[in-house]
């Protein structure tokens, strides 16, 4: 019953019961990118999350608690601030919330924030914060593993009826063991009712009964003969299994479950070899109405087969199945099924034909022997379920028919499909690289298959870079121009940086090897080029031989020698003079360098070969070294490993450039080079036409009738002549000097290349 305040003042509610019984979980979650993005605050729904940091209230804070959270949302995560504040301070004195703490929030009272900037530990400029009170639930993990949940509710009118049994006690949302089977069924009934009731109501729903079935033998069509249950409830209780609700599960617990399958994943290889996939069943226990909600209360099952794809679950969406064997285990704040190929032991009962079933029709043996060299026990993972789960069966698929969305039948198509993402909520796909962005649903997160080129160290420890391809080509990397990288995947290696618990995988790969990286995120870097990152250690090594069991690795080796045999079978790249290529194409070259700047990390290299290109005029313009070789200069630039080759190149000096993007320094002394003679002879030429040019422009001197009489001595001034070793080199400020010497040489060659026109108002050139 409720119970009214001791004053005008609402009370604290702080939860401790043994075992505790959660409120909020009832309530459907909202999504992440809808609250943050969009600031849309949907106060009938709750966030999940874990917190990262956490300040208690005090006086300096104005009796605020703070936290960074992080809330979660399937693979969708985003770090904020999270504010809280009540009048009444036993409030605030009640969360006793610790670090990694997980908490289910009630959005009641929300508002949404956005800040200046980024605060530390946080990844999006948002705070949620509670300014008149708040509903939240925590639950802290031990070290030796045991698990304490609490609960503290600001709103009075949220309190809930304590229901108790016929001794009085607290009802826990366990399940009934055989022991006690009679107070167990009673408990797991009052239990149901209690979690299927809504959180706005507050009156209580009639005892739910099972249907009594005295039928000694499943018959070919059951469905027939069992009647109709509009109270249906979830959980089967047979002679030989107890098959509990799916909510009532616990961590740690090894059971027997039954659910509708509302989602399949396609059959997958693990780094182990085993064949995997997962299943999301339902029952009514963990059923929302809000369909949006629905595929995070869809209970999750890992199943595993060691040798045959076949044996896995092959049940169709809609089919209720039969699961036995499963380990309840915990993972990212959720918890899931596993069921190893040892135990793996199933069923499933199509409500189309009323008929248990075990799949299409396969080849794969019924029985096999699971250890190595063919030994070991002669097992078979097909379950032949008795009188009272097909019953179930029955009843669970009549109680889906009543319930099912009405967009349920476009999920259910779009979900055996595998590659489109369905409906009921956006799933991690396999992709190309060809095909990955950070745009790309859900949030740029992918998996691949892909082949290693290249590991590189990193300045941090905990990070470890790998070049990888699967032979598409994306726009948007970077090009790698380096040695190990051959120049026809420039545009089709992806940068990989692995993390944490990928990192120490990533260390051991070699280039050559293939590998199926799953939940890799695509992202920009500050280069503005595409890259990507993994944290998790979901990384597998492929064997050539696995291609036929892998369609992914089959389609890659494709795409590989496809790519190779065009190489092959490609002409040779010709050599041609700077003046006969085309733009666009590529060539071999025989150059002289002029000049190695470095620009932004690149090195410049300037060279020629003495031949015109039009294209080329502006290249080296102003540049003494550039003089007279106007429109016969090319600028190579060069990047990562080979900028460093191209630092100890020597100017002056004849290369030969190629296709491979390799550098080779050529002597001038050697004559049997056909393409160094020409540049030669070209260079050669080109000296004696600049020489005369040169002499062409210079004024004559004029000449005395005595041509042999010595040089006029210097004309007398008024201050006299400096000579240039008096000159000090060492004299910081410029000072005027007045110097009587006979001209050698001179530059520009050009009098229009001599002086700079100014703009007399900006004084810029």
Not at 62 to 73: F, G, P, Q, S, W
Not at 200 to 219: A, I, N
Not at 618 to 638: N, S
Not at 704 to 727: C, G, H, M, N
């Amino acid at each position: 019953m409720k119970r009214p305040a001791t004053s005008s003042m609402p009370q604290a509610k702080r939860i401790k019961v043994t075992p505790y019984v959660p409120r909020l979980t009832r309530i459907p979650t909202q999504n992440v990118q809808e609250l943050c993005d969009s600031k849309h605050v949907d106060e009938s729904k709750c966030v999940v999350g874990r917190v990262k940091m956490w300040w208690p209230a005090t006086q300096a804070s104005k009796n605020k608690a703070r936290a960074i959270v992080e809330l979660i949302d399937g693979t969708i995560t985003r770090k904020v601030q999270l504010k809280l504040a009540s009048e009444n301070e036993e409030h605030l004195k009640s969360l006793t919330i610790r670090l990694d703490d997980r908490f289910r929030l009630s959005l009641r009272g929300a508002q949404i924030g956005i800040l200046k900037q980024i605060p530390k530990l946080c990844t999006h400029p948002y705070v949620l914060e509670f300014a008149n009170g708040f509903n939240i639930e925590w639950t802290h993990v031990s070290s030796d593993g045991t698990e304490d949940s609490f609960g503290v509710s600001c709103w009075p009118d949220e309190e809930e009826e304590e229901e108790e049994d016929n001794s009085g006690h607290v009802l826990s949302d366990g399940w009934y063991t055989e022991d006690e089977a009679d107070d167990g069924q009673k408990d797991a009934q009052t239990n149901q009712k209690r979690q299927q009731e809504p959180s706005t109501m507050r009156r209580k729903s009639p005892e739910m009964k099972q249907s009594d079935v005295s039928t000694p033998e499943p018959p070919a069509n059951l469905s027939e003969q069992v009647p109709d249950n509009p109270k249906f409830q979830a959980g089967c209780r047979t002679p030989m299994a107890v098959y509990p609700p799916l909510s009532s599960v616990r961590q740690g617990q090894k059971v027997s479950l039954i659910g509708i399958v509302v989602e399949a994943s396609e059959p997958s290889l693990t780094r182990t070899g085993e064949w995997m996939r997962f299943l999301h069943i339902i029952d009514p226990s963990n059923y929302s109405a809000d369909w949006e909600a629905f595929s995070s209360i869809g209970f999750k099952v890992n199943i595993f087969s060691k040798k045959h794809k076949e044996w896995l679950p092959h049940p169709r969406i809609g089919d209720a199945v039969l699961l036995r064997a499963v380990k309840i285990q915990q993972y990212q704040d959720r918890i899931t099924g596993t069921i190893m190929a040892s135990g793996l032991s199933w069923a499933a009962f199509s409500p189309d034909s009323g008929k248990i079933h075990h799949g299409p029709p396969s080849s794969a043996p019924k029985f096999d022997r699971l250890a190595d060299s063919n030994h070991g026990a002669n097992v078979t993972p097909y379950y032949n379920p008795g009188v009272e789960e097909v019953t179930y069966c029955v009843q669970l698929s009549d109680w889906w028919r009543e319930v099912r969305p009405k967009n349920f039948v476009v999920a259910e198509q779009r979900s055996v499909r595998g590659p489109e993402l369905p409906a009921i909520g956006i799933k991690r796909v396999h992709r190309l690289i060809q095909d990955a962005h950070p745009e790309v649903p859900p949030n740029g997160y992918f998996d691949c298959t892909v082949e290693v080129l290249r590991g590189i160290s990193s300045h941090n420890p905990q990070i470890y870079t790998v070049y990888v391809t699967d032979y598409t080509e994306n726009d948007g990397l970077r090009p790698v121009g380096q040695d190990w990288c051959p120049q026809e995947l420039s545009q089709a290696v992806l940068q990989l940086e692995a993390w944490d618990m990928a990192s120490s995988i990533a260390r051991t790969m070699q280039p050559g090897q293939y590998y199926s990286i799953k939940n890799v995120r695509m992202k920009v870097a500050q280069s503005g080029y595409l890259e990507a990152k993994v944290v998790q250690n979901k990384i597998t090594q492929l064997k050539g031989e696995m291609a036929d069991k892998n369609p992914h690795l089959q389609q890659l080796l494709e795409r590989k020698n496809k790519r190779m045999s065009a190489v092959q079978t490609s002409t040779e790249i010709p050599d041609r003079t700077v003046g006969d290529v085309e733009e666009g194409e590529p060539f071999n070259g025989t150059v002289e360098l002029l000049h190695v700047v470095e620009e932004s990390g690149k090195v410049c290299l300037f060279v020629t070969d003495y031949t015109d290109m039009s294209c080329l005029v502006g290249t080296g313009a102003g540049e003494p070294w550039a003089e007279g070789l106007q429109g016969k200069i090319m600028k190579i630039y060069l990047t990562d490993q080979q900028a460093n080759g191209g630092r100890m190149l020597v100017v002056g000096s004849f290369y030969r450039i190629n296709n491979e993007r390799l550098i080779h320094k050529l002597s001038p002394n050697i004559t049997s080079n056909e393409f160094l003679n020409g540049v030669v002879r070209r260079k050669a030429r080109w000296s004696a036409m600049t020489k005369q040019d040169i002499a062409s422009q210079a004024p004559k001197p004029k000449t005395s009738k005595k041509s042999d009489s010595p040089a006029a001595p210097p004309p007398k001034v008024l201050t006299p002549y400096t000579l240039i070793k008096d000159i000090s080199p060492t004299n910081d400020k410029p000072g005027n000097y007045r110097l009587y010497a006979q001209v050698v040489d001179f530059h520009p060659s050009l009098l229009k290349e001599a002086f700079y026109q100014i703009c007399a108002q900006c004084r810029k050139e």
